[in-house]
């Protein structure tokens, strides 16, 4: 189900997930699926453990920490720069280049 859903929002790695529990808890990719086809490539899309950090600030009551990191996830989307964009989402950059162009808009 997780992967299906994944799939309708752009793929596995866009979507973040959340286990909280009493006492733990877990932050990490809603979906998990193996790309053997990308690793060791350096282009697997880093949006889902990103807006999954995000989340971890919000349970830990760091909201305007969360607040400025999905925005610069969400910003980084919105300026449509392909050349920064993961090739999933169809762009031509790379973990670095996605991840340089959100912690500029920090």
């Known amino acids: ?3 299906c859903t994944a799939g309708l929002c752009g793929g596995g790695g866009i979507v973040p997930g959340g ?19 990308i690793a060791g490539k350096g282009i697997a899309n880093p949006t889902a453990l990103l807006l999954a950090t ?17 925005a610069a996830v969400l910003d980084t989307y919105l300026a449509d720069d392909k050349s920064v964009l993961t090739p999933d989402v169809g762009g031509s950059g790379n973990i670095q280049t996605f991840t340089d162009a959100v912690c500029e808009r920090i």
């Open 54 to 70: 995000s989340m971890m600030l919000r349970h830990l009551q760091l909201h305007s920490f969360s607040d400025r990191l999905e």
């Open 1 to 3: 189900m997780n992967l």
């Open 19 to 37: 286990n909280i529990g009493n006492d733990v808890a877990v932050f990490e990719q809603g979906a998990r699926h193996v790309n053997k086809h």
